[in-house]
């Protein structure tokens, strides 16, 4: 009797074991009912989703939603009140040093280490992980090789943010938090964030990338999650969030100097009554998806809807 | 516990490059006490103290190199932690890999590198245009090593317990210069400890720089300056207790009130 329950034991431990090391396979990221309250203002309420390994998956959302709350629990710096939390097999409010040297940090609205240069800062970090990248790769790699000697108080704001994605990066994380990257930076320096991005992306990292912009989700992520009030109301990939390649498309055209628009879900139908109708070219004509900036308005203000109805 | 040690030291390197780059910081935490001495001794070095050949200049060095480990330490550290505190240096160093240890390590051996290059520059300053005389036996030196260690220890420790107390990063000044000035007047550092009223005299008694300057006159004055002290003697034993005391409490109160993030923010 006691053998069998050793051995009945023993059975059930290795399946508890078995199952935990495939979920640590598939998914970097893992939050159940994750809730968390400031007061009387419910931050978090109930946010459920999983990042695969590998995965960039990037939280949109109207300031004030609770990206930066969510953002911030799984890095373990804020206790939730409830829900389940795995970063990378471990709960972030237990995790020891050796979790966090896998972890890339870039916060929101950092001002520190003024006092040095870009390459002190960098190398100093570098020595924080026990296997960082080249320090002079990264600042080449974020563009700052030409300020590498300059105080870091006396760069602007696009390059101090940077700074601040290369410090994130240095430590050759498997999971890199990005908390509005690229706020403060030109369009030039936009792109050339993406390309950075996305060579760690091909490397293998996980990307948790906070965002307003939606052309840098678009381009960066593999899903979004749109959070509103606490919680998510999308999550999918970016050209098929809302059900954006299926919904009503929108379908112009001039006739007699009118011009004119019709919404379709079968837009190359219209379209070929138009070519018929006009015997060829039809004059300006244009056939619009829903932007991803469309859905995500759309889902905001349906969600704001059902909000004050409540 | 060595990869802490090593991160510390690292840290150390950086403290130091941050402490005397940052002007405000060098000149208030670093350069103050030799501005004083400079003023002070211009005004009143020549002078003796009453009834002995002490010069005040003499008198004035010992309350200026105790005032000096509450600056680099005390002063020092209740300032610019509610900055880091503030500006996201905490914040950041919690995302990383680091031991909070290193963070710790890097602080006290800040202070105590500050502190040795501040006290160079006093007493030769004080030796080269003031006529100070350097500690004259073994044993002076000796009390000057350990009063200056037990000094910086406990008001490191301090130091980062009442980072705590300033709101903003900004009004840390504001709450921290007040009790440094207050404890120099009453601590025998500006006035002469013995001529101060009693009330006074016990007030100090109850803090570090009351026993640190009352040590530091000991390494700096000539033993017949001991029948001025309010008991008639050094009472080093005494001076050791009380920063060991302060050492134990400043532990305590580092230990149970620091905090990485400001106060009533989300984290």
Known sequence: ?310 | MSHAIRLGSKRVGVELKQFFRDRESAMFNFALPMLLLVIFGSVFGGQSLEGTDITFAQYFVAGMIASGILYTSFQNLAISIPLEREDGTLKRLRGTPMPKASYFIGKIGMVFVAYVAQVTILIAVGVAFYGIDLPSTPNRWLTFVWVSVLGLIACTLLGIAYSVVPKSGRGASAVVTPVVLILQFTSGVFFVFNQLPQWMQTFASLFPLKWLTQAMRYVFLPDQAQAAEVAGEWELGMCALVLVIWVILGAILALVFFRWTPRGSKS
Not at chain 1, 160 to 175: H, S, Y
């Open chain 1, 1 to 310: 009797m006691h053998e069998q329950f050793c051995v009945l034991q023993r059975r059930t431990g290795i399946t508890i074991v078995s199952t935990t090391v495939e979920r640590i396979a598939m998914a970097a990221i893992a939050v159940a009912s994750l809730t968390k309250s400031f007061g009387e203002v419910h931050a978090v309420n109930g946010v459920s989703f999983e990042v695969a390994q590998g995965e960039c998956l990037s939280l949109l959302g109207p300031n004030g939603a609770g990206k930066t709350t969510t953002t911030e629990i799984l890095e373990g710096y804020t206790k939730p009140d409830s829900g389940h939390v795995e970063v990378l097999g471990h709960d972030p409010q237990h995790a020891d040093l050796a979790w966090r040297a896998r972890l890339g940090i870039v916060l929101q609205s950092v001002r520190d280490l003024g006092d040095l240069t870009v390459i002190e800062a960098v190398r100093h970090f570098a020595q924080y992980y026990p296997n960082p990248k080249d320090p002079e790769a990264v600042i080449a790699a974020v563009g700052l090789t030409h300020k590498a000697g300059s105080r870091n108080d006396q760069l602007s704001g696009g390059q101090r943010r940077r700074l601040d994605v290369a410090l994130g990066v240095i430590g050759n994380p498997e999971l890199l938090f990005l908390d509005e990257p690229t706020t403060g930076f030109d369009p030039e320096a936009r792109r050339e964030f993406w390309d950075l991005i996305e060579s760690l992306k091909a490397d293998g990292a996980t990307i948790l990338l906070t965002t307003h912009y939606l052309d840098e989700a678009e381009r960066l992520a593999d899903r979004v999650a749109v959070i509103a009030r606490g919680r998510i109301i999308a999550c999918d990939a970016p050209h098929l969030l809302g059900n954006r390649n299926t919904g009503l498309a929108v379908v112009s055209w001039t006739e007699g100097g009118i011009a004119h628009q019709e919404q379709t879900a079968q837009p190359t139908l219209l379209t070929q009554e138009l070519a018929h109708r006009f015997n060829g070219e039809v004059p300006d004509l244009s056939i619009k998806r829903p932007s991803l900036e469309d859905t995500y308005l759309a889902l905001i203000d349906g969600d704001e809807l059902r909000g004050d109805a409540r």
